[in-house]
């Protein structure tokens, strides 16, 4: 007689995930997420050339098949797209601090850069963390980029917990500085301008890090983030935003050439409205997955805006089943049971966004015909979709 009650006990509490819209619960799993992708960064272990041998080794079972319009880069002779460490060596400065005496700040930023002194100029890409994040984040990716002949810049915002720590705010936490990220119109306009700021800085960057001089080619630029850093790529580009008085404010940089945005961020958010993206012309590549649904009014519909509402041309959109809000940055997971699938969606991640890269800020034609093709699918065992207009 007690089979009814633990039937329904149960089923409540399978949809309990989907019926709890409060932040509070989210915002909780963001912090447990955010930690263990901190665990990942600062580990005394970690090795760029034992990590990527490794997502090559978990990658072997998927690399049988490839679309047969897409021609393999010459140094890869797999069908993923260039998973192993690239062919350059990677250097690092952990932590350069910029003087901005307009706003009287410092931005701190953490650069990969390939350390072979022979070659260049590289493009640029710049890399927006999540709110309450910083620099240390998703260094992944960004090394992975650097090995493939990119300088890497990754900023600090004023929303980073572990800055305000830094600055004196003892009861800084990851969990106020994403509440305030999300309510504070201050902190949408500070983010853009620090980008641009970045940019401004270059001459100084390379006054600063000789080994850096001549190799940052300022004229192929590229804005990427995650999360909040996703708003602030799509602020970047050309997206407008209603701020306090200010309705449809840009913050678009022309310096920028093309943007790759982890998890979009849709209208109701951040200042972005319904028309935000009306005028966004730029090469663009959203990524987004069936469990990136942090918060109230998240979606993989509302994830999807940007590519669906800004004009068509060069627009990318990769969907990927069962990837999280934060499987683009780490194939780091909770539940030591899904690690294998973490990975697997990391790999599909990093071939996508190199891909982009590669066509839009090198003019790669392999690239450009990976991006035209289905292999990304075919790699992904269908996991993986990628929509184009």
Same mark, same amino acid.
Request: proline share 6%; hydrophobic share 40%.
């Given at each position: 007689?007690?089979?009814?009650?633990?039937?329904?006990?149960?089923?409540?509490?399978?949809?309990?995930?989907?019926?709890?819209?409060? *932040?509070?619960?989210?915002?909780?799993?963001?912090?447990?997420? &955010?930690?263990? !992708? !901190?665990? /990942?960064?600062?580990?005394?272990?970690?090795?760029?050339?034992? @990590?990527?041998?490794?997502?090559?080794?978990?990658?072997?079972?998927?690399?049988?098949?490839?679309?047969?319009?897409?021609?393999?880069?010459?140094?890869?002779?797999?069908?993923?797209?260039?998973?192993?460490?690239?062919?350059? @060596?990677?250097?690092?400065?952990?932590?350069?601090?910029?003087?901005?005496?307009?706003?009287?700040?410092?931005?701190?930023?953490?650069?990969?850069?390939?350390?072979?002194?022979?070659?260049?100029?590289?493009?640029?890409?710049?890399?927006?963390?999540?709110?309450?994040?910083?620099?240390? %984040? %998703?260094?992944?990716?960004?090394?992975?980029?650097?090995?493939?002949?990119?300088?890497?810049?990754?900023?600090?915002?004023?929303?980073?917990?572990?800055?305000?720590?830094?600055?004196?705010? #003892?009861?800084? =936490?990851?969990?106020?500085?994403?509440?305030?990220?999300?309510? #504070?119109?201050? +902190?949408?306009? &500070? =983010?853009?301008?620090?980008?641009?700021?970045?940019?401004?800085?270059?001459?100084?960057?390379?006054?600063?890090?000789?080994?850096?001089?001549?190799?940052? $080619?300022? #004229?192929? !630029?590229?804005?990427?983030?995650?999360?909040?850093?996703?708003?602030?790529?799509?602020?970047?580009?050309?997206?407008?935003?209603?701020?306090?008085?200010?309705? @449809?404010?840009?913050?678009?940089?022309?310096?920028?050439?093309?943007?790759?945005?982890?998890?979009?961020?849709?209208?109701?958010?951040?200042?972005?409205?319904?028309? #935000?993206?009306?005028?966004?012309?730029?090469?663009?590549?959203?990524?987004?997955? &069936?469990?990136?649904?942090?918060?109230?009014?998240?979606?993989?519909?509302?994830?999807?805006?940007?590519?669906?509402?800004?004009?068509?041309?060069?627009?990318?959109?990769?969907? !990927?089943?069962?990837? $999280?809000?934060?499987?683009?940055?780490?194939?780091?997971?909770? +539940?030591?049971?899904?690690?294998?699938?973490?990975?697997?969606?990391?790999?599909? *991640? /990093? %071939?996508?966004?190199?891909?982009?890269?590669?066509?839009?800020?090198?003019?790669?034609? $392999?690239?450009?015909?990976?991006?035209? &093709?289905?292999?990304?699918?075919?790699?992904?065992? @269908?996991?993986?979709?990628?929509?184009?207009?």
């Amino acid at each position: 007689m007690f089979v009814k009650p633990l039937h329904r006990e149960e089923i409540e509490r399978r949809r309990l995930f989907r019926r709890i819209k409060g *932040v509070g619960f989210v915002l909780s799993l963001a912090a447990l997420s &955010s930690y263990a !992708i !901190i665990r /990942q960064t600062t580990s005394p272990a970690f090795s760029v050339s034992r @990590g990527h041998d490794t997502a090559a080794a978990q990658s072997v079972d998927r690399t049988s098949v490839l679309a047969a319009s897409y021609v393999p880069p010459a140094d890869s002779s797999s069908s993923d797209y260039r998973l192993v460490q690239g062919p350059y @060596g990677v250097a690092e400065v952990p932590d350069l601090v910029l003087r901005d005496t307009q706003r009287d700040k410092d931005l701190h930023v953490r650069i990969f850069y390939p350390s072979e002194t022979a070659d260049g100029p590289f493009p640029v890409i710049v890399f927006s963390h999540g709110a309450g994040g910083s620099e240390t %984040c %998703c260094d992944a990716l960004t090394r992975h980029w650097a090995s493939y002949g990119y300088v890497t810049l990754q900023p600090t915002h004023d929303d980073s917990a572990q800055q305000r720590r830094a600055g004196g705010d #003892s009861d800084a =936490r990851f969990l106020q500085a994403v509440r305030d990220a999300l309510k #504070s119109p201050a +902190l949408w306009e &500070s =983010r853009p301008r620090d980008i641009s700021f970045v940019l401004d800085s270059l001459p100084q960057i390379e006054r600063l890090v000789p080994a850096l001089k001549g190799k940052m $080619n300022a #004229s192929r !630029i590229g804005m990427s983030g995650h999360s909040m850093g996703a708003f602030t790529t799509e602020a970047l580009v050309g997206a407008r935003i209603d701020l306090p008085g200010r309705p @449809g404010t840009s913050f678009a940089d022309p310096r920028i050439r093309a943007a790759l945005a982890l998890s979009p961020q849709g209208p109701g958010q951040f200042g972005l409205t319904d028309r #935000s993206w009306d005028g966004v012309t730029l090469p663009f590549m959203g990524v987004t997955g &069936s469990l990136d649904s942090l918060g109230p009014i998240a979606s993989p519909e509302w994830h999807k805006a940007p590519f669906e509402r800004s004009q068509s041309g060069d627009k990318y959109h990769v969907f !990927i089943q069962a990837a $999280n809000h934060f499987s683009f940055i780490t194939a780091r997971t909770l +539940l030591p049971g899904r690690a294998a699938k973490g990975q697997a969606i990391f790999e599909d *991640v /990093q %071939c996508a966004a190199l891909a982009f890269w590669d066509a839009y800020l090198k003019d790669d034609p $392999n690239a450009k015909r990976y991006l035209a &093709s289905d292999a990304l699918a075919k790699f992904s065992g @269908g996991a993986a979709t990628l929509d184009r207009r």
